[in-house]
């Protein structure tokens, strides 16, 4: 089952504006993941923020952390063409002793030169 | 060498088939996932295999059946599929399945059709 629910399902802008992608989850987390995915390929991770941090920076990609609302947002600063892709947040649950990621149902981000 | 591979890319198989979809790392992680993926969804968690042993199934039916050769091989066969069974595959893997907070590592994905 999902745990997190992220929004816009598509989110559609022109080369150079920002992007906020916006991701909700049900139970406490210890930390949460965000990936990427070009269409039809596998996932690449893009950052990880844990449940004491507030806020992290990597490059043009800005994430937000609020665990008393259970969400997250993802910015994507000064967007390109190749940041078209799907976004997905992803949060850990535990199983009989082991991890296993749970992701949100995704954000299809359209950049447009 | 941060890289997952996959192969076949594509694979399409009738019902009565038997094929086997692989995956390899190199980059000495111990535990190796397999996913569902349909179009416009997430990924959905079908095993996890840590330490070469089956750790998490995700009550995924036995026509698909997992296999773990060795620390570097992820191997899923394939027997008796439906055609709602067409869909990504994707592998992954992480350093281990035990911790939190572990990036896991995707290859591009085997795109299945059951016809």
């Known amino acids: 089952s999902q745990q997190g629910e992220e929004d816009p399902q598509a989110l559609s802008i022109q080369e150079g504006e920002n992007a906020t992608m916006n991701c909700s989850y049900k139970t406490s987390i210890n930390n949460l993941q965000w990936y990427r995915q070009n269409s039809g390929r596998g996932l690449v991770h893009l950052i990880l923020?844990?449940?004491?941090?507030r806020e992290k920076h990597s490059g043009r990609l800005r994430v937000t952390l609020d665990t008393s609302k259970k969400s997250s947002s993802l910015l994507i600063t000064a967007s390109r063409a190749a940041d078209t892709a799907s976004y997905f947040c992803a949060t850990d649950a535990e199983s009989g002793g082991y991890n296993k990621l749970i992701f949100g149902a995704g954000t299809r981000l359209a950049v447009h030169p | 060498d941060t890289e997952v591979t996959q192969t076949p890319k594509h694979l399409v198989m009738g019902m009565t088939n038997k094929k086997s979809l692989k995956c390899e790392q190199h980059?000495?992680?111990?535990?190796m996932y397999w996913y569902k993926q349909k179009a416009k969804k997430p990924p959905e968690l079908m095993f996890v295999y840590s330490y070469e042993k089956l750790s998490i199934n995700e009550s995924v039916p036995s026509r698909f059946s997992p296999e773990c050769p060795n620390s570097s091989l992820l191997n899923l066969h394939l027997h008796a599929l439906q055609p709602e069974d067409s869909a990504l595959y994707l592998c992954?893997?992480?350093?281990?399945?035990?911790?939190?907070?572990?990036?896991?590592?995707f290859g591009p994905g085997t795109r299945l059709l059951v016809l």
């Open positions: 992954a893997s992480s350093q281990d399945a035990g911790l939190g907070g572990e990036t896991q590592y």
């Open positions: 980059m000495g992680h111990r535990a």
């Open positions: 923020i844990r449940s004491n941090e």
